[in-house]
């Protein structure tokens, strides 16, 4: 079974400060990993993906996240915030050798400070 | 290039009464998707088609929803009766090929049941 932790329901910063988003997964199998965001009245757009390459993942508007085996971990980071990135992120994971299902978190909601 | 096309946008309707959802998938796109997404939490999948292959349903409630994807295109998903417990936002998804590790999200149905 697969799953994901987002250990913050809801992540306040200011404008230009830096963006920690935490996300915990559990997989049985060599699991791919995302980071979806979602604006509101807006389709869910993907972020980046983790796919057993690198482990530290660039992703689009100066995202990144980095995985880490040891830790169960993909949190995802951005050096400074900016007013544009106020939206929902979700964690994702799948199975690479299962069922290629996706599992996503609950989301964590990023407030930007003026 | 166009995306995923959802309608309605917004639906309410009374409880016991049918509802129908459509998705037009991004061109060329053979895997579509439907996720139901509840109130503060992150997107499920129901069903999964490859073409008109309906291959992952095992979380489609089939007592009460059904979903079709005639010819391989665009698809329906139709709830009869509906429930107070079906409010949600209805997602619609699609990818090229098997891979489900970039999938593209239409805007969503918000559904309200009263």
């Known amino acids: 079974a697969q799953s994901v932790t987002q250990l913050d329901s809801h992540v306040s910063v200011s404008e230009g400060t830096p963006v920690l988003l935490r996300c915990n997964y559990s997989?049985?199998?060599?699991?791919?990993l995302f980071w979806y965001v979602q604006h509101p009245n807006k389709g869910l757009q993907l972020l980046l993906k983790?796919?057993?390459?690198?482990?530290l993942v660039k992703g689009i508007n100066g995202f990144e996240a980095e995985f880490k085996k040891s830790e169960t971990s993909f949190h995802l980071t951005k050096p400074s915030a900016h007013m544009s990135d106020a939206a929902e992120y979700f964690c994702?994971?799948?199975?690479?050798?299962?069922?290629?299902?996706?599992?996503f978190g609950t989301g964590t909601r990023l407030t930007i400070i003026p | 290039e166009a995306g995923v096309v959802q309608s309605p946008r917004y639906k309410i309707i009374e409880k016991k009464q049918p509802v129908a959802f459509w998705c037009n998938p991004i061109?060329?796109?053979?895997?579509l998707y439907w996720y139901r997404q509840n109130l503060g939490q992150g997107p499920e999948l129901l069903i999964r088609?490859?073409?008109?292959?309906?291959?992952?349903d095992s979380q489609l409630p089939k007592d009460r929803f059904s979903a079709e994807r005639l010819k391989g295109v665009d698809s329906t998903l139709k709830i009869q009766p509906a429930e107070l417990g079906d409010s949600a936002v209805y997602l619609c998804?699609?990818?090229?090929?098997?891979?489900?590790?970039?999938?593209?999200f239409g805007p969503g149905t918000r559904l309200t049941v009263t």
């Open positions: 998804a699609s990818s090229f090929g098997r891979s489900s590790y970039e999938q593209y």
């Open positions: 997989s049985s199998y060599s699991p791919s």
């Open positions: 983790y796919t057993s390459a690198a482990t």
């Open positions: 994702v994971v799948s199975d690479f050798f299962g069922n290629e299902k996706l599992t």
């Open positions: 061109s060329g796109h053979n895997t």
């Open positions: 088609y490859e073409n008109e292959e309906a291959v992952d």
